[in-house]
T-cell receptor
Framework: AQKVTQAQTEISVVEKEDVTLDCVYE???????LFWYKQPPSGELVFLIR??????QNEISGRYSWNFQKSTSSFNFTITASQVVDSAVYFC???????????FGTGTQLKVEL | SAVISQKPSRDICQRGTSLTIQCQVD?????MFWYRQQPGQSLTLIAT?????????ESGFVIDKFPISRPNLTFSTLTVSNLSPEDSSIYLC??????????FGPGTRLTVT
């Protein structure tokens, strides 16, 4: 069985602060894929990143960065210099190697205030 | 990435009626997926729709309640039947590309009164 845990239900920060969203996963597959999605108040789900289980390189995209550590089964997401527009619910998700189903975490509500 | 549209974007329906949601993709895809997101909750997969075969439903979801059609490689419909207030949710379709990246439609916000 696959499981994704996002222990942080809600995080509030002041604009320009850095913030890290945690994601811990469980799977028995040796090949799998990890994802982060952003869901702003409008409701659509925006794809942010996909990471393969065999690629542990960290990735940076502008103010966003991701830290993948297989040893701790974690795939954490950091926003540097947060902005009000970053306010949204962020979901971490897992796809096993043998199927197409995405298993989602419960999401973390990020509120960035002025 | 694929561009996905859904109709309607939102609807208010009466108990006991049905709502059919359409999902259109701008490119041909093998698999399409339907998810439900109940208020304040995460996403749960309802079923996987392959063109030319019956949809595969996840545990807890049945064809009588959530019939799905997939007439071609760019289109699918999900019907939510015999509506009850518990069906009030956002319904999202998604597709997966060759890089295993899944993209989602804008969602259909259903309210059942």
């Amino acid at each position: 069985a696959q499981k994704v845990t996002q222990a942080q239900t809600e995080i509030s920060v002041v604009e320009k602060e850095d913030v890290t969203l945690d994601c811990v996963y469980e799977t028995r597959d040796t090949t799998y894929y990890l994802f982060w999605y952003k869901q702003p108040p409008s409701g659509e789900l925006v794809f942010l990143i996909r990471r393969n289980s065999f690629d542990e390189q960290n990735e940076i995209s502008g103010r966003y960065s991701w830290n993948f550590q297989k040893s701790t089964s974690s795939f954490n997401f950091t926003i540097t210099a947060s902005q009000v527009v970053d306010s949204a619910v962020y979901f971490c998700a897992l796809r096993g190697g043998g199927g197409n189903k995405l298993t989602f975490g419960t999401g973390t509500q990020l509120k960035v205030e002025l | 990435s694929a561009v996905i549209s859904q109709k309607p974007s939102r609807d208010i329906c009466q108990r006991g009626t049905s709502l059919t949601i359409q999902c259109q993709v701008d490119s041909q895809v093998t698999m399409m997926f339907w998810y439900r997101q109940q208020p304040g909750q995460s996403l749960t997969l309802i079923a996987t729709a392959n063109q030319g075969s019956e949809a595969t439903y996840e545990s807890g979801f049945v064809i009588d309640k959530f019939p799905i059609s997939r007439p071609n490689l760019t289109f699918s419909t999900l019907t939510v039947s015999n509506l009850s207030p518990e069906d009030s949710s956002i319904y999202l379709c998604s597709v997966e590309d060759r890089s295993y990246e899944q993209y989602f439609g804008p969602g259909t916000r259903l309210t059942v009164t």
